[in-house]
């Protein structure tokens, strides 16, 4: 699940960076934008519930 | 003939110098902090390995670290995309050759730039109190001085892509970070995330139904006149740094020396609240790690926003930070005794974040990093963006990068200390000797060695 969480971050920011490049500045980049950290924040979700110690208190 | 013209050594030099040498005081505060909020039994250990790790990174900055950081104008790697050119890596030579010091602003980055990747390599430590060695923590050190920081700073400070947004992919005024906020805090929480993650919580923090159980501080004085020098530190910080990277005039020093007192009280106070709501009584170590998230949260926005700005800014870090040192202990099990993630990492993006809500910029103040100056003096659409951008990438590149290089030199060099190192303390595991030797504290682990 860590190396998915990474895999997510990773894709997330090159999302972020072909819509910088490629895209004109208007609507359709921004939303572009927000979607990678959206997925970025997924990544970030998977790394911390990959951490064996994460969330044990609630059981 | 022609006189050949000399050192420029005008008044505004003069005080940039001065500036920059407030910087350290930053460093000295973050120190103590540190200290303050490990165990009695790691403390000299922390103090050395404070000292280590400032040593190291203003070394391997000088070899390599400025050669691929950069300064605004000089030569760099550029990829050709969509009929633009994006500079992605500085090309300057290693060992500052070439650099004159005579008061341009190139010298002046230099110099503050040791001190910054200085302060920017203390962070991780705090989350590694009590468990990192010393010698791994003086191998991550080389790379984040080598590696991480020159990377992000060059896209940020040096004329990077990141810099280039405003003018490229009419993007507000590109990244703005006057005093580093994402470039020196973001970029050192993170990495004291993953080291947090690599070397995995303190013996005995959490139980086995994963409980954690409170090792609190040793020393509150030292973590309170650590805040008291931190000010200091970030007084320089933000004013050198805001007018080196973003082209502020030097009367803007009046409103940052204004701001950043003030976003700093202002986190303190709403920490002291939320903590005296919550538990009773005001912590010292989560009010003190607020303080630290005010003046950090102020440093990208500081010479740009309005003092009623700057209070907000920074009660919107305490809070943050009160919160999520708890968030990370308890719901993510993330040991981090100096509360570096909280205070660096989410107090620096949310600083980041700041800049596209409470900025206005006159023109034409920033965008110097891009080498051109954009005339826009109010909220641009496309600073929120920019602004985004630098956070996806602090998150998305910065993150997986330094996670991985820690993680390689794990499996080469283990980071944490062996199991009866972290039981006697680091103190005299490592260095032989305790901080307070006079003290019988530790009593049945200094006697097994009469």
Request: hydrophobic share 55%; aromatic share 10%.
């Amino acid at each position: 699940m860590k190396l998915a969480g990474f895999l997510f971050l990773l894709a997330g920011w090159a999302i972020v960076v072909a819509a910088v490049v490629l895209l004109p500045p208007a609507n359709p980049r921004a939303i572009f934008v927000v979607a990678g950290v959206a997925v970025e924040i997924i990544g970030l979700a998977l790394l911390i519930r990959s951490n064996p110690l994460a969330g044990m208190e609630k059981e | 003939m022609t006189p050949v013209p000399g050192p420029v050594f005008t008044p505004e030099v003069a005080v940039s110098v001065i500036l920059i040498l407030l910087v350290p005081f930053a460093v000295a505060g973050i120190s103590l902090i540190n200290t303050g909020l490990g165990r009695s039994r790691s403390a000299a250990h922390t103090m050395l390995a404070s000292m280590c790790i400032f040593a190291v990174a203003a070394g391997v900055y000088l070899i390599c670290g400025f050669a691929w950081q950069g300064y605004i104008g000089a030569p760099a790697r550029v990829i050709v995309a969509a009929g633009r050119e994006w500079n992605w890596l500085a090309r300057a030579p290693f060992f500052l050759h070439g650099l004159e010091f005579d008061g341009a602003p190139s010298s002046l980055a230099a110099c503050l730039q040791i001190f910054s990747v200085g302060l920017a390599a203390l962070i991780p430590l705090g989350a590694g109190l009590d468990r990192w060695k010393l010698s791994a923590a003086c191998a991550s050190t080389a790379l984040l001085a080598g590696c991480t920081y020159p990377l992000f700073a060059h896209w940020v400070w040096g004329g990077g892509w990141l810099a280039q947004l405003g003018v490229n992919a009419a993007m507000g005024h590109g990244v703005v970070d006057a005093g580093g906020s994402g470039v020196i805090q973001a970029v050192g929480g993170l990495t004291a995330l993953s080291i947090a993650w690599i070397l995995g919580p303190r013996r005995g923090k959490y139980s086995l139904e994963g409980m954690p159980t409170a090792l609190p501080g040793h020393d509150a004085i030292l973590i309170l006149f650590g805040c008291f020098l931190t000010l200091l530190g970030w007084l320089g910080l933000n004013s050198a740094g805001a007018i080196l990277f973003t082209g502020a005039s030097p009367a803007r020093i009046l409103l940052i020396s204004i701001n950043t007192p003030l976003a700093a009280g202002a986190a303190l106070l709403v920490a002291v609240s939320i903590t005296r709501f919550r538990f009773g009584r005001p912590d010292v170590s989560i009010s003190a790690n607020g303080w630290v998230g005010g003046l950090v949260a102020s440093s990208a926005s500081c010479a740009f926003v309005t003092p009623f700005a700057a209070i907000v800014i920074g009660a919107i870090a305490g809070a943050l930070v009160t919160y999520s040192v708890e968030w990370f202990e308890l719901h993510f099990g993330v040991d981090d005794p100096g509360g570096a993630v909280s205070v660096h990492a989410v107090a620096g993006i949310w600083g980041l974040l700041a800049v596209a809500v409470f900025a206005h910029f006159p023109a034409p103040v920033v965008n110097v990093a891009a080498g051109a100056l954009r005339a826009a003096s109010t909220l641009d659409a496309g600073q929120w963006l920019a602004q985004l951008v630098a956070i996806a990438t602090l998150i998305g590149f910065v993150l997986p990068l330094t996670y991985g290089l820690n993680l390689a030199l794990d499996r080469f060099w283990p980071q944490r200390v062996v199991a009866e190192g972290e039981r006697q303390g680091l103190d005299l595991y490592e260095l032989g000797a305790g901080a307070y030797p006079e003290f019988v504290t530790h009593s049945e682990e200094f006697t097994q060695l009469r």
